[in-house]
């Protein structure tokens, strides 16, 4: 869904809000850089509205449900490329039926998100019409912060050491 933001440059363009991404009237020219300013802006990346998901924080875990209505495991496909995670979902073909109506979409979908430092895909489920993408996010103990003590220096200098914060 591409939603026009109302702004005096409206006229020419405008600033488009899409899927969460803001892509100034600019970026339509340049050529290789939308990517590069939308990584550095952060964000989910370019999911979607359908199928309708919520994105659940719980201490350094996510996780990712997706209305999946109508599709069945082999139907669904998770896939992780570095830090892109890509759910998409193959509607049921060749199941035309006489329909009064119809108010559940089963059409074929792609969700992307990009997915932050150190988050990784640990596993997903099915159940209920919902898929469920569970991620974690593990800092390395590298990257962890420390305390550094203060104390007063002795005769080869410098005293204090470093502690787990």
Known sequence: MTTTIPTPASRAGGVLLDGGRLVPMMLRSAIGFADDIEDAFGGLGKAGTYP???????????????????????????????????????????????????????????????????????????ALGILSVALTREIPESERPRRISIAAPGPEGVAGKASEA
């Not at 998409?88 to 997915?115: N, P, T, V």
């Open 52 to 126: 309708p998901y919520d994105i659940i924080r719980e201490e350094s875990a996510y996780r990712i449900d997706i209305a999946v209505a109508g599709f069945r495991e082999e139907d669904l496909e998770i896939e992780v490329s570095g830090a892109r995670l890509r759910v998409s979902g193959r509607g049921q073909k060749g199941q035309e039926l006489s329909r009064q109506h119809q108010g559940i979409a089963r059409r074929d979908f792609i969700l992307d998100f990009r997915l932050g430092r150190h988050v990784q895909v640990t596993g997903a489920s099915l």
